[in-house]
């Protein structure tokens, strides 16, 4: 059974950086495209950027040039290292997992002040 456990959000104020961890248990990482949503209050839930299994990358036009997503294959874990925030960034973060189906975590909130 897929599991997808989030890390590392948390309050920080604007122009603060947060590292977001997920680490995957239950699958072949090495072979799974990786993601992050976000899903704010009211809103719907949004890509952020995601790594497919051969490292390549794409992000939301929203995070280009602040975020950065990788994997660590040997530990079964993808980051989302957020610089620069702004608090349109607050929101839930997901882990997704995306091979024959879509896994997600449960998510984590991140919250940036102004």
């Known amino acids: 059974q897929v599991q997808l456990v989030e890390s590392g959000g948390g309050l920080v104020q604007a122009g603060g950086s947060l590292r977001l961890s997920c680490a995957a248990s239950?699958?072949?990482?090495?072979?799974?495209?990786m993601g992050w949503y976000r899903q704010a209050p009211g809103k719907q839930r949004e890509l952020v950027a995601v790594?497919?299994?051969?490292?390549?990358?794409n992000y939301a036009d929203s995070v280009k040039g602040r975020f950065t997503i990788s994997r660590d294959n040997a530990k079964n874990t993808v980051y989302l290292q957020m610089n620069s925030l702004k608090p349109e960034d607050t929101a839930v973060y997901y882990c997704?997992?995306?091979?024959?189906?879509?896994?997600w975590g449960q998510g984590t909130q991140v919250t940036v002040s102004s």
């Open positions: 239950g699958i072949i990482f090495s072979i799974y495209a």
């Open positions: 790594i497919t299994s051969g490292g390549s990358t």
């Open positions: 997704s997992a995306h091979y024959s189906r879509d896994s």
